[in-house]
C-alpha cells in the first residue's frame, strides 16, 4: 500500500492512494480516499516563535483636528488635538520623535522667558513629544492648562492634547516614531 503525504492548510494529512485507484480501476466498491490526520510538527518549546509587530506611527490630521496613532495600517486610537493658528501654523510633511520629556521648560518663542516643568503657569503641561525643531523653535506634542483650546487653531504652531490624552500617547511612543501631518 502506497501512501502520499499532502500539507493542507497546516496540517499533513496521509491519503491511501493506492487503494482508491485500485478499486476504481476494478470498479470495486471501495470507499473515497481514506484521510487520517497525522502528528503537527511543532516549534520546539525551547524556542520563541518570532512574530514582526509593524512599528507604531502618529498621523496627524490637521482639517480634522486629530492625531491617529496606528500600529502599521491599523488605527489603534485618535485623539483630539488642536493646531497652530494663522501665522504659526503647524508644518506639513513626515518627521521623527526627536525628544520626549516630562516636566519639560516651556520658552517662550516670542520673548524667551522661561516657565519651568511642573509649574501650573507652564502652558506645555507635564509631557513633551518633539517632532520638528528649526534649531530655534520646537514643535511637538503636549498638555495644556487650557483645555477649551483642544479642537482650534490656537498654538505656535504645536500640536496640543487634553493632558491624559499626551500621557497616554507617552507611554506608546517612542524616539524615531514616525509623525506624518497633513492638511
Given at each position: 500500500m502506497i501512501k502520499?503525504?499532502?500539507?493542507?492548510?497546516?496540517?499533513?494529512?496521509?491519503?491511501?492512494?493506492?487503494?482508491?485507484?485500485?478499486?476504481?480501476?476494478?470498479?470495486?466498491?471501495?470507499?473515497?480516499?481514506?484521510?487520517?490526520?497525522?502528528?503537527?510538527?511543532?516549534p520546539p518549546t525551547n524556542q520563541p516563535v518570532n512574530r514582526v509587530t509593524p512599528p507604531l506611527r502618529l498621523k496627524i490630521q490637521l482639517n480634522?483636528?486629530?492625531?491617529?496613532?496606528?500600529?502599521?495600517?491599523?488605527?489603534?486610537?485618535?485623539y483630539p488635538i488642536a493646531v497652530g493658528r494663522p501665522g504659526w501654523e503647524t508644518p506639513t510633511g513626515n518627521f521623527r520623535v526627536g525628544q520626549m520629556l516630562k516636566n519639560p521648560t516651556w520658552i517662550s518663542p516670542l520673548t524667551d522667558e522661561r516657565i519651568p516643568g511642573g509649574h501650573p503657569e507652564n502652558p506645555l503641561g507635564s509631557y513633551w513629544i518633539g517632532f520638528w525643531s528649526d534649531g530655534r523653535n520646537s514643535i511637538g506634542f503636549h498638555g495644556t492648562p487650557n483645555s477649551e483650546s483642544?479642537?482650534?487653531?490656537?498654538?505656535?504652531?504645536?500640536?496640543?492634547?487634553?493632558?491624559?490624552?499626551?500621557?497616554?500617547?507617552?507611554?506608546?511612543?517612542?524616539?524615531?516614531?514616525?509623525?506624518?501631518?497633513?492638511?
Open positions: 502520499q503525504l499532502f500539507a493542507v492548510a497546516g496540517v499533513v494529512v496521509a491519503i491511501n492512494v493506492a487503494t482508491h485507484q485500485i478499486a476504481h480501476q476494478q470498479n470495486l466498491s471501495e470507499s473515497q480516499p481514506t484521510v487520517t490526520q497525522a502528528a503537527i510538527p511543532q480634522s483636528r486629530k492625531v491617529t496613532l496606528y500600529q502599521g495600517e491599523t488605527p489603534i486610537k485618535s483642544v479642537g482650534t487653531a490656537a498654538s505656535h504652531g504645536c500640536i496640543r492634547m487634553y493632558n491624559e490624552d499626551v500621557e497616554e500617547l507617552f507611554s506608546q511612543v517612542k524616539l524615531g516614531t514616525l509623525v506624518t501631518v497633513v492638511e
